[in-house]
């Protein structure tokens, strides 16, 4: 333990993507333990907010089995530990190689940061660039690539909306009670519930803890969301609650939506989606009549049949209603760092106006989007012959054996890569399948940050500086990333040494001396983020040298936001405003505001040629359309059940806490099943089960929990890990999701996995 004394360190949780800032008490061996958390009231985003998770910070800072050398598999399966030099080396040795016999697209890069680090995934390019790798992937396209796809055609950008302030907000899918998206969730949710003027409404076939504070819940059926949003807005288009003037200023194509909608059958979608028409009327009365709402989805839908034609519902809702580009509604706010590429949109379409053109992987041909191949594919395509399959992946940062749909069947197409590096901190079950495996210095060790700035009208970022030194024999991502660029394609001296004095001078003669460089020397930009680490790096202050990067995305923020930068009290020439926002992110530990906006800065910010807001998606009013064939969304005589299989509870985390005793609930592990349907299989409470899906079948304990609707079971994400016991054997505990999951059930646009509709059956063990 720490003494009482002990200094509070200023730092984020890092446990979802809130990234709430946190004080933290060093303690324990060597003092690298997080004996103490407590909020951080200076955080202008979060002021003080934690949840229950954070307290449990160091579950993840001191996690046994941290690797601390790299990994190399010998050729029985096992590892053996080898120096930094010699894993430099060799990657970078196999890299080329297969760059120069097959294609350096032929290597793919997965992830790049978690909930909580963001920072060196952003010096992977340059290395990306140097091997010719062209595909990219990570999480968000098994969850928000079909979202990304509808809002940049319709409002252009990332959308988000304003819960502290709206009058209503509409919670589709989403659970914020457990799992955040915005700012102080579970103050925010009880200021909702308490105030008689907001309303909340929850969209969930679970009684969630954030259904039970709100105003309305609809307690959907699993997988029918599709009916009962097409049903609201027929209801909104039908009784005439839609904003005209609004659509008529500040949008196109809203006609041959109307049209559609005016058709939907309001009442047979409502009964087919297991909602009360009553409820339909009442929910399309109040967001036809609201002054501001906010909406937010998340996997209940992106993970469920229909998911891009769910988010395109979403948007609809407040676009159909005026509730874009105002106070207290959606927005599209400033971003530090754009989290979702945007595509280029196609500018020829086929006779039903579909695009035509638009990027695709290799083999599957897959649509690529937000330039992320989409990961339900990946299997696809690599376990085949096709000449053009990938045949190396670089895996930082994620944990995809686990998280991407059919461990088993990921677990065979590592198997089939020529070459897999896997960058973590933990050996991981992706690491267990890596032909090497480099070891990274933990969140707390080195400078982090997180992208996920998402607020309106005032938003903020926190960069952290390391609470502790890296654990002996690991390094930061940055340097990792630095060192096998060096041994691929390195600089001369001569190039990089006069920046490197610059910065030494101050940042306004290091801006200059860089444009010039960047100006004679195009490997200099091409390599931008390798560069700032390794010249302007050195002159940050003690242990900031990956932090240099950020300078760079200083100054691009600066050049594209300058009204709103301005408005946060940054402000001189482009280049000045850049270099202030830069020093103050180093400065502010406990994080800054950088923008402040005004409702008009989201129709400055679409993107959408000719500024106007977006409604018709041909593609997508097909799909509405097709709800009339009621498909896709039935369980069978063979599968009776619906599994959501991976749920965010009290204590789950992705897999970033590896160790199963954080969990203080007693819920942490189990499979929640409605009393009826227990009753019916003659299962009690902390009893066992077998959990059969088309892809496996486990044995599970049963929590019988009356917040489940019946006929649906969920099972938390994020537990079936190995974590070493006292002893250092291996111990797994609770059910991994993915060994239920199949690939193929997946959207059919997007690709995006059907996890919250699993199709499933359950048995009690007998004589248990
Ligand atoms: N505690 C915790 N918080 C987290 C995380 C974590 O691991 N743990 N992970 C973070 C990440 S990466 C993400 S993406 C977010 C995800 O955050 P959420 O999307 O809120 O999380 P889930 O619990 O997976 O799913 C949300 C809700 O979908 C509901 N649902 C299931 N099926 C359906 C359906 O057919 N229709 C509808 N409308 N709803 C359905 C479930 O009952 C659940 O309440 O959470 C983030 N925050
Ligand atoms: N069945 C099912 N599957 C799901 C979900 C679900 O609801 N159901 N949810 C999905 C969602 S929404 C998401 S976002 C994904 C998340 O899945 P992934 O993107 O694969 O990521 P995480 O589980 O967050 O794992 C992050 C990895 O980073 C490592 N790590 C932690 N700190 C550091 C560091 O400083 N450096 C490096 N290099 N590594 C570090 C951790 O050890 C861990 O291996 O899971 C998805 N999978
Ligand atoms: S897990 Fe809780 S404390 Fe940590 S960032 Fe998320 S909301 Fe904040
Ligand atoms: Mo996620």
Request: charged residues 25%; proline residues 5%; contains cysteine.
């Amino acid at each position: 333990m720490a003494d009482k004394d002990a200094e509070w360190k200023k730092t984020a949780c890092v446990l979802c993507g809130s990234n709430c800032g946190v004080l933290v008490q060093l303690g324990g061996k060597d003092g690298r333990e997080i004996v103490r958390v407590r909020g951080d009231k200076e955080h202008p985003g979060t002021r003080g907010y934690t949840c229950n998770k954070a307290l449990q910070l160091n579950y993840y800072q001191s996690a046994r089995g941290r690797l601390t050398a790299p990994l190399r598999r010998r050729d029985d399966g096992t590892f053996e530990e080898i120096d930094w030099h010699t894993a430099i080396a060799e990657i970078a040795g196999k890299l080329v190689a297969i760059r120069d016999e097959l294609g350096g697209d032929k290597i793919v890069y997965y992830g790049g940061g978690g909930q909580g680090n963001h920072l060196g995934g952003g010096y992977s390019p340059p290395l990306r660039r140097a091997i010719g790798s062209r595909y990219r992937g990570n999480a968000l396209a098994q969850e928000k690539t079909g979202l990304s796809w509808v809002f940049d055609r319709m409002v252009g950008g990332f959308y988000h909306g304003d819960f502290e302030h709206c009058e209503t907000a509409l919670l589709v899918g989403k659970n914020p009670w457990q799992s955040n998206g915005f700012p102080r969730a579970r103050v925010v949710l009880r200021q909702m519930a308490k105030d008689p003027n907001r309303k909340l409404i929850v969209i969930d076939p679970r009684v969630t803890e954030t259904a039970e504070l709100a105003d309305i819940h609809l307690r959907v059926k699993p997988g029918r969301d599709a009916w009962l949003l097409a049903g609201i807005l027929g209801q909104l288009v039908q009784q005439e609650l839609i904003d005209h003037d609004w659509l008529a200023e500040h949008a196109q194509g809203q006609e041959a939506v109307i049209e559609a909608l005016a058709e939907i059958p309001v009442a047979q979608y409502a009964a087919y989606a297991g909602i009360e028409m009553a409820q339909v009327e009442e929910v399309a009365e109040i967001l036809g009549r609201t002054n501001s709402l906010s909406v937010l989805e998340d996997l209940g839908i992106e993970m469920a049949p229909n998911s891009t034609l769910n988010s395109y519902h979403c948007i609809l809702l407040f676009l159909l209603t005026g509730n874009f580009a105002k106070a207290g509604a959606v927005n599209l706010p400033a971003q530090l760092v754009t989290i979702f590429s945007p595509d280029k949109i196609s500018e020829t379409r086929d006779e039903r106006g579909y695009e035509t053109s638009y990027k695709t992987t290799p083999v599957t041909e897959s649509r690529i989007i937000s330039g992320l191949i989409p990961c339900n594919m990946l299997p696809d395509e690599i376990l085949n012959d096709h000449p053009d399959r990938f045949r190396a992946m670089l895996i930082e940062s994620a944990n995809p054996v686990h998280s991407l749909a059919d461990a088993k069947r990921m677990r065979e197409t590592l198997a089939a890569l020529d070459l897999v590096v896997v960058i973590d901190v933990a050996m991981t079950e992706t690491a267990q399948e890596a032909d090497y495996v480099l070891p990274a210095s933990s969140q707390y060790e080195k400078p982090e940050m997180t992208f996920f700035n998402f607020e309106f009208p005032e938003n903020c970022a926190q960069l952290r500086t390391p609470l502790m030194p890296p654990l002996p024999g690991t390094l930061s991502e940055p340097e990792i990333h630095a060192r096998l660029l060096e041994a691929i394609d390195p600089f001369d001296d001569a190039e990089l040494e006069p920046l490197r004095a610059a910065a030494e001078e101050g940042l306004d003669a290091f801006a200059l001396a860089f444009g010039a460089a960047a100006n004679a020397n195009p490997k200099i930009n091409n390599y931008g983020a390798y560069v700032l680490y390794r010249t302007l790096g050195p002159s940050l202050p003690d242990g900031m040298t990956e932090a240099a990067a950020l300078w760079g995305v200083a100054q691009m923020f600066a050049a594209t936001e300058a009204s709103s930068l301005a408005r946060a009290g940054f402000d001189g020439t482009s280049m000045q405003a850049g270099n202030s926002l830069f020093q103050a992110l180093i400065a502010a530990q406990s994080g800054l505001v950088f923008s402040m906006d005004e409702p008009e800065d989201s129709l400055r910010r679409n993107r959408l040629a000719g500024g106007k807001v977006n409604l018709q998606l041909p593609e997508m009013l097909d799909k509405v359309r097709e709800l009339a064939d009621y498909a896709g969304a039935e369980t069978t005589e063979e599968f009776p059940l619906v599994l959501a299989a991976g749920e965010r509870r009290s204590y789950t985390a992705n897999t970033v806490v590896r160790d199963p005793a954080w969990a203080k609930s007693n819920n942490a592990l189990t499979l929640s099943v409605n009393p009826s349907d227990a009753a019916n299989l003659g299962i009690n409470d902390g009893g066992t089960a077998w959990l059969t899906t088309a892809r496996d079948s486990v044995e599970v304990v049963v929590e019988v929990d009356k917040r489940m609707l019946p006929g649906t079971i969920s099972l938390p994400n994020g537990f079936g890990l190995s974590y070493p016991d006292a002893q250092g054997n291996q111990v797994v505990t609770g059910i991994s999701p993915n060994e239920l999951t199949a690939v193929e059930d997946r959207d059919d646009f997007a690709y995006t996995p059907w996890h919250k509709f699993v199709l499933a059956r359950l048995e009690a063990v007998a004589g248990r």
